[in-house]
């Protein structure tokens, strides 16, 4: 998923400094979830169904895992945690792809704290009409970023209006 592109999570409770990225939290919290009983599905099966039943007076989930035409993995537990990842749309720019987590960004949350660090503000641009765009601009507003620049294709923004206007009143974008 897209935290494990990312090079440096300082803004994780408990995980500062360590070295190991987005890739070394996901190992760590793997493990550990493993360590008390968490199961993993491999990443080339699928859900075909997921029915709820009762077991020893218990509401439980089952989770039938396998490919489009065959079941070949049953799952039953209390609590089904979907984690279908997110793919961001890329720009096509030139070197984009050795730029991704260093100085191109797609998780403001993730990686907010970059353009800040040493008492460092950036400029930074936000690309994008939507509601993660905005959530990325008040975010890096918040955390004081000198200068946001919001770019995006369209005329009209598909995050609310109201989310819009408040973006619009802040002194840095």
Request: net charge negative.
């Given at each position: 998923g897209s935290l494990s592109g990312t090079s440096e999570i300082?803004?994780?409770p408990s995980f500062f400094?360590?070295?190991g990225g987005?890739?070394?939290?996901?190992?760590t919290t793997m493990e550990q979830a493993s360590f008390f009983g968490a199961?993993?599905?491999?990443?080339t099966l699928i859900a075909t169904e997921l029915v709820k039943t009762k077991v020893q007076q218990q509401d439980?989930?089952?989770v039938h895992l396998g490919t489009e035409t065959s079941t070949d993995l049953l799952v039953i537990g209390k609590t089904v945690i979907?984690?279908?990842g997110s793919v961001p749309r890329k720009l096509s720019l030139p070197h984009e792809t050795s730029l991704w987590g260093h100085s191109i960004h797609n998780c403001a949350l993730c990686d907010g704290d970059v353009y800040v660090r040493n008492n460092s503000k950036k400029s930074v641009a936000v690309i994008g009409g939507g509601d993660?765009?905005?959530?990325?601009?008040?975010?890096?507003?918040?955390?004081g970023v000198d200068t946001i620049h919001w770019i995006h294709r369209s005329e009209e923004y598909r995050a609310s209006l109201l989310e819009v206007e408040r973006v619009r009143h802040l002194t840095n974008v």
């Open positions: 300082d803004n994780f400094g360590h070295s987005g890739q070394g939290w996901i190992d199961q993993f599905a491999p990443p439980l989930f089952e979907v984690a279908s993660a765009a905005v959530e990325a601009i008040f975010l890096l507003h918040k955390l």
